[in-house]
């Protein structure tokens, strides 16, 4: 396999951090990336901040919208979905109207009535919470959506996934006793570090969001102070590091943001966790308690991956485009060194297939092997089939961080990605 000695680019997980800090800060620009593989575009015609999805982007969010719905059955979340459109009444009563409004599309007028473009989830959720009588038997209740929600950013800061008009949000709310709060925060939380985790990504920090000056906010002291309180206690509880930030709290409550960082060092916040005691109390959310009587819930907002939208821009950049394999667009990339070993190769793409693996080929018609090796840099798992292997029926197998497998039997080769890409590893072998 001499022909295989190249001199390649470093490969992401190779490249160093400082050494090629500038150079990695361009090209791990998610913009960048995305027009490269691919996976998203824009069109002044449809407009500004309104990305579209291209066919390997759409594999990537597909994969990510499955991982979050997965963990979130485990934890026994149900979903549902929810219309992006609300009648303005129904966030007059939220409160987003008057605290939120100049994020917010204007209403559109429709046979007397106005219907807004949902900024949040949220109120629908009170309602679907609200659409029967509900017992203490049946909380803590956990209702999760991946649904859409429009915000209408300035056109000067739109640009790529990060600053968009229409998300597509991971959001989730709990309705719950005051007595069970805490842990359902705390478990949101530690959702959040699993999925990181999965993604190979890091927060930056924890950041606890407490109102600042100005009429942006709620008006009860009270309540603020219990819910920054019970987050506080998340916090503390789970031994995380946090700082407290003024006036970057929701309009209704205090927040545990998760925050990530650019290669820039740029932060954004990417998760949250919320304890809100005020929305609950504008939809008059009620449960029959134990003891017969009418209580109030509270309501944890909570979303572990954030927008789809702002997850695959920094899983672009921290990862420079060469994703976990579990999320990679192709995972496997079959090279015959000639076309005498086009039927074998074409064959073990097939058996990909049939395992749920993403496969193509890239036929000796591309370009040398080298080059094609080349082309397929970010791809995980790199198949080479020569004349040996394909006699054999095995496989050469390199990997995307420069390591190379001696030649085995196609079908454990396989049956190894398969469980790797199955229990969503980071690693690309496990041995
Ligand atoms: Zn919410």
């Known amino acids: 396999m001499a022909a295989l000695s190249l001199d390649l680019p470093a490969s992401p997980e190779q490249r160093g951090t400082t050494r090629h800090r500038e150079e990695t800060q361009a090209m791990h620009d998610h913009r960048r990336l995305g027009r490269e593989l691919e996976l998203f575009g824009t069109d002044p015609l449809m407009g500004a901040?309104?990305?579209?999805?291209?066919?390997?982007?759409?594999?990537?969010?597909?994969?990510?919208?499955?991982?979050?719905?997965?963990?979130?059955?485990?934890?026994?979340?149900?979903?549902?979905?929810?219309?992006?459109?609300?009648?303005?009444?129904?966030?007059?009563?939220?409160?987003?109207?008057?605290?939120?409004?100049?994020?917010?599309?204007?209403?559109?007028?429709?046979?007397?009535?106005?219907?807004?473009?949902?900024?949040?989830?949220?109120?629908?959720?009170?309602?679907?919470?609200?659409?029967?009588?509900?017992?203490?038997?049946?909380?803590?209740?956990?209702?999760?959506?991946?649904?859409?929600?429009?915000?209408?950013?300035p056109s000067g800061v739109l640009g790529g996934l990060t600053r968009v008009r229409a998300i597509q949000l991971n959001d989730a709310h709990v309705f719950c006793t005051l007595?069970?709060?805490?842990?359902?925060?705390?478990?949101?939380?530690?959702?959040?570090?699993?999925?990181?985790?999965?993604?190979?990504?890091?927060?930056?920090?924890?950041?606890?969001?407490?109102?600042?000056?100005?009429?942006?906010?709620?008006?009860?002291?009270e309540l603020w102070r219990r819910a920054s309180a019970m987050l506080r206690e998340v916090l503390d509880r789970g031994g995380i590091a946090y700082e407290a930030a003024e006036g970057e709290a929701a309009f209704y409550g205090p927040k545990i943001d998760v925050q990530i960082a650019d290669p820039a060092g740029r932060e954004s916040t990417l998760s949250t966790v919320q304890i809100d005691f005020h929305q609950p109390e504008r939809f008059g959310l009620r449960y029959i308690g134990a003891d017969g009587a009418r209580h109030r819930p509270v309501m944890v907002h909570r979303s572990v991956i954030g927008s789809l939208e702002r997850a695959v821009a920094h899983l672009l950049e921290a990862h420079g485009g060469a994703f976990p394999a579990w999320l990679a667009p192709t995972q496997v990339v079959v090279l015959p060194v000639s076309d005498a070993e086009s039927e074998q190769s074409a064959r073990l793409v097939r058996r990909c297939a049939d395992r749920g693996l993403r496969a193509r080929l890239a036929a000796p018609g591309e370009g040398t092997l080298g080059a094609r090796v080349r082309a397929a840099r970010l791809v995980p798992y790199q198949a080479v089939i020569g004349p040996e292997e394909a006699a054999g029926e095995q496989v050469a197998l390199r990997l995307r961080d420069g390591r190379r497998l001696a030649p085995q039997p196609a079908g454990e080769v396989l049956h190894r990605i398969e469980a790797l890409v199955a229990r969503r590893d980071t690693r690309l072998w496990d041995r």
């Open 49 to 153: 901040g309104l990305p579209y999805w291209l066919p390997d982007g759409a594999v990537v969010r597909h994969a990510l919208e499955e991982y979050i719905r997965d963990a979130e059955r485990r934890a026994g979340y149900r979903h549902v979905y929810s219309p992006v459109l609300g009648k303005r009444e129904l966030y007059e009563l939220s409160g987003h109207w008057a605290h939120y409004s100049e994020d917010m599309f204007p209403p559109m007028e429709l046979g007397g009535e106005q219907a807004v473009l949902r900024p949040s989830l949220c109120p629908h959720h009170a309602l679907i919470y609200r659409s029967r009588a509900r017992s203490y038997r049946e909380l803590p209740l956990r209702i999760a959506e991946l649904g859409g929600m429009y915000r209408s950013e």
């Open 179 to 221: 007595e069970q709060a805490v842990e359902e925060a705390e478990s949101a939380l530690r959702m959040i570090g699993e999925a990181y985790a999965a993604l190979g990504i890091r927060a930056a920090r924890h950041r606890l969001s407490l109102p600042g000056p100005g009429g942006k906010y709620v008006a009860d002291p």
